[in-house]
T-cell receptor, first 112, second 112 residues
Framework: GQNIDQPTEMTATEGAIVQINCTYQ??????LFWYQQHAGEAPTFLSY????GLEEKGRFSSFLSRSKGYSYLLLKELQMKDSASYLC?????????????FGQGTELSVKP | NAGVTQTPKFQVLKTGQSMTLQCAQD?????MSWYRQDPGMGLRLIHY???????DQGEVPNGYNVSRSTTEDFPLRLLSAAPSQTSVYFC???????????FGPGTRLTVL
């Protein structure tokens, strides 16, 4: 089976740095995604890691360790608009197309 | 491009009624998926398709049917609605050359 864990909610201050962790247990791992979802809206793609290491994209970075089944999303210079839910999703190699298994999401609140 | 579109945005049904949620994409993506999102549960895969004429079940397929007669359209049918199907439904698509999924705006369904 598969299991993805991430904290339910986090709070941080504008201008600070926050790290959102995600641990997973899955068979046939074939990549990990981070999505951002503002309240009442659709998820939007942030990052994709398939190899170990850090991927940096502007204020957002994502890290993966396949041997530890662990990833984190790092948000720097937090802005109020970063208040959203952050979804960790693992792609399994499964027959055709692959399946995305999502964690429950981490609700991030950015305070002034 | 309009991207991924879904209709309706909101729907209220009575138990036992049937209906079809529409999803269309104009990006010529091979892969399309339906997810439901419930509080504390994250996004769960209902059904997916890897191309016209090919569909398969996800994690929670019971009570739902899909078909894929064209590349553009991937409707989700609720055969006999139940209160447990009250949820937000997202359609997503991706090209065969990328693992990044693009989500539609969602349909908020309430079954009374």
């Amino acid at each position: 089976g598969q299991n993805i864990d991430q904290p339910t909610e986090m709070t941080a201050t504008e201008g600070a740095i926050v790290q959102i962790n995600c641990t997973y247990q899955t068979s046939g791992f074939n990549g990990l995604f981070w999505y951002q979802q503002h309240a009442g809206e659709a998820p939007t793609f942030l990052s994709y890691n398939v190899l170990d290491g850090l991927e940096e994209k502007g204020r957002f970075s994502s890290f993966l360790s396949r041997s530890k089944g662990y990833s984190y999303l790092l948000l720097k210079e937090l802005q109020m608009k970063d208040s959203a839910s952050y979804l960790c999703a693992v792609r399994e190699f499964y027959n055709q197309g692959g399946k995305l298994i999502f964690g429950q999401g981490t609700e991030l609140s950015v305070k002034p | 491009n309009a991207g991924v579109t879904q209709t309706p945005k909101f729907q209220v049904l009575k138990t036992g009624q049937s209906m079809t949620l529409q999803c269309a994409q104009d990006m010529n993506h091979e892969y399309m998926s339906w997810y439901r999102q419930d509080p504390g549960m994250g996004l769960r895969l209902i059904h997916y398709s890897v191309g016209a004429g090919i569909t398969d079940q996800g994690e929670v397929p019971n009570g739902y049917n899909v078909s894929r007669s064209t590349t553009e359209d991937f409707p989700l049918r609720l055969l006999s609605a139940a209160p447990s199907q009250t949820s937000v439904y997202f359609c997503a698509s991706r090209p065969g050359t990328s693992f990044t999924q693009y989500f539609g705006p969602g349909t908020r369904l309430t079954v009374l």
